[in-house]
C-alpha cells in the first residue's frame, strides 16, 4: 500500500523542505555562484516539485533574500565581534578594524558575499523590513564608532554609509581583479589609507 504523502500545511513538513532547500542553495552559491540558484534545479536535488518551494518561498527573489539574510547575519556577527574588541580604542583603529574585518570576511566567503550585491529585486519590490533591518544594524557600528567625531545624527549616518561604500569598492575591485592581480597586503594597505584620511579629516572637523 502506498503511503500518503504528506499535507503541504503540514509545519514540520513545510520547515524539513525550508531547510533542505536553504542548504541546497546556500551550497549552490558556494560553489558556482548566485546565478546557479534556480528553482527547478533545486526541485531536483530536493526531490521535490518546484511549486513545493514556491509553497515555502513566496518566489525565487524570496528564497535569495532569505539566504543573503543568513550571510548578513554572519557577516554581522564577524564585524561585532571586531567593534566590541576595539570598543576603547580611538576612533582611526575602531574604524580600521571594522574595515580589515569586512575585508577578511569577503575574501573568506566570497560567492555569498558578492550575492549580498548581486541581487536586484525587479522594479517597484521592495525588500522585507526585517532585511533592510539587518543591514541598518552593519552600519549601525560604523556610526557607533563616529559618536564621538560627528554629534549630528543625521550627518553621522551619512558619513558612516560613504566610508561603508568606500571601503566596499576598494573590496570589490580588489577580489575581483578589476585593478590587477589580487594583493591581500596591497588591499590592506589602500584600506588603511582611506580610513586613515578619513579619521585625520575628522579630526580636522
Known sequence: MKKPSRPRND???RDKLRDTVMGIGRRLVVDEGLASVQARRIAT??????????NVFHDLDALIIALNTVTLGELGSALKAAHDASKDAPTHERLLALAQ???EFAGS???LWRA???????EGAKA???YRDDQNRLFALVEDCLVDDIADAVE????ARALFASVHGIVSLALDRKLGEFEPDETRK??????GCAARGLKVN
Do not use: D, K, M
Not at 536535488?45 to 514556491?54: D, H, M, N, P
Open 190 to 195: 589602500q584600506i588603511e589609507f582611506l580610513v
Open 156 to 159: 553621522r549616518r551619512s558619513a
Open 101 to 103: 574585518a569586512y575585508f
Open 11 to 13: 509545519p514540520a513538513f
Open 45 to 54: 536535488e530536493a526531490g521535490c516539485a518546484v511549486g513545493s518551494i514556491y
Open 116 to 122: 549580498i550585491f548581486e541581487h536586484h529585486l525587479p
Open 128 to 130: 522585507p523590513p526585517e
Open 109 to 111: 566567503n566570497r560567492q
